[in-house]
C-alpha cells in the first residue's frame, strides 16, 4: 500500500503563485501516474494535471499555461507549480497516484486547501 502526504496550499491573493508537493512511500512495484486531482463542494472531483512514468505531462483545460506539473522518480514526489491563480482555482487538491504491485492501485492524498482571494 502507498502513502501519499502533501503540503503546500494555503491562501494567495489573486495573480499569486503557490506550490503543492506530495511524497508517496510504502511497498510498490512501479509507479505510474502521479497527479491532482481538485473538488469544490458539490461538484464532481476534476483532474488539474498528471504526469506518466516517462514524465510526459498532461493537464486540465482550465490551468493550461498557468500551472506546471514535474515528478521525481527517484524519490516518488510529484509537484505542482501553480501561477497566475484565479479564485476559480479555489478548492480542495488531492494528489493521486497510480502504482503497481500484483496489479494496479490508485492511491489518495488526504487534501489540501488552496483558496484565492479576489
Known amino acids: 500500500q502507498v502513502q501519499l502526504v502533501e503540503s503546500g496550499g494555503g491562501s494567495v491573493q489573486s495573480g499569486g503563485s503557490l506550490r503543492l508537493s506530495c511524497a508517496a512511500s510504502?511497498?510498490?512495484?512501479?509507479?505510474?501516474?502521479m497527479g491532482w486531482n481538485r473538488q469544490v463542494p458539490g461538484k464532481e472531483r476534476e483532474l488539474v494535471a498528471g504526469?506518466?512514468?516517462?514524465?510526459?505531462?498532461y493537464y486540465g483545460d482550465s490551468v493550461k499555461g498557468r500551472f506546471t506539473i514535474s515528478r521525481d522518480n527517484a524519490k516518488d514526489t510529484v509537484t505542482l507549480q501553480m501561477n497566475s491563480l484565479e479564485p476559480e482555482d479555489t478548492a480542495v487538491y488531492y494528489c493521486k497516484v497510480r502504482y503497481f504491485t500484483t496489479r494496479g492501485y490508485d492511491s489518495w492524498g488526504q487534501g489540501t486547501q488552496v483558496t484565492v482571494l479576489s
Open positions: 504526469t506518466t512514468n516517462d514524465g510526459t505531462a
Open positions: 510504502g511497498r510498490f512495484f512501479k509507479m505510474y501516474d
